[in-house]
Nanobody, 130 residues
Framework: QVQLVESGGGLVQAGGSLRLSCAAS????????MGWFRQAPGKEREFVAA????????YYADSVKGRFTISRDNAKNTVYLQMNSLKPEDTAGYYC???????????????????????WGQGTQVTVSS
């Protein structure tokens, strides 16, 4: 069982930055792929970014590539999402999620669908004003 707690959301002007954190419980944090998702009112939850258990591999949605950076500190059981050049369309609840690391043919498998993740945090709101 993994418990996840997000923090760092808030209100920011367009062009600004925020860093989200997600603290995880448990002693096997590095055995999980960690992902960030977001959900705006009336919209489906969408994939934002994911990072492998070691932190050596990352993957981003096209909508955030070049603006957002996912990272993790396994010693602190924490994953981060640095968000720069924020836009009003980034406004959403942001959720972190955990999925046991999977590899196929020696390559890290990137889970990009919400149903693939086993554990979820409660979310943190990010609002970007224009």
């Amino acid at each position: 069982q993994v418990q996840l707690v997000e923090s760092g959301g808030g209100l920011v002007q367009a062009g600004g930055s925020l860093r989200l954190s997600c603290a995880a419980s448990g002693r096997t944090f590095s055995s999980y792929t960690m992902g960030w998702f977001r959900q705006a009112p009336g919209k489906e939850r969408e994939f934002v970014a994911a990072i492998s258990g070691s932190g050596g591999s990352t993957y981003y949605a096209d909508s955030v590539k070049g603006r957002f950076t996912i990272s993790r500190d396994n010693a602190k059981n924490t994953v981060y999402l640095q968000m720069n050049s924020l836009k009003p369309e980034d406004t959403a609840g942001y959720y972190c999620a955990a999925d046991p690391v999977k590899e196929y043919g020696g390559r890290w498998y990137v889970p990009s669908l919400s149903r693939e993740y086993d554990f979820w945090g409660q979310g943190t709101q990010v609002t970007v004003s224009s």
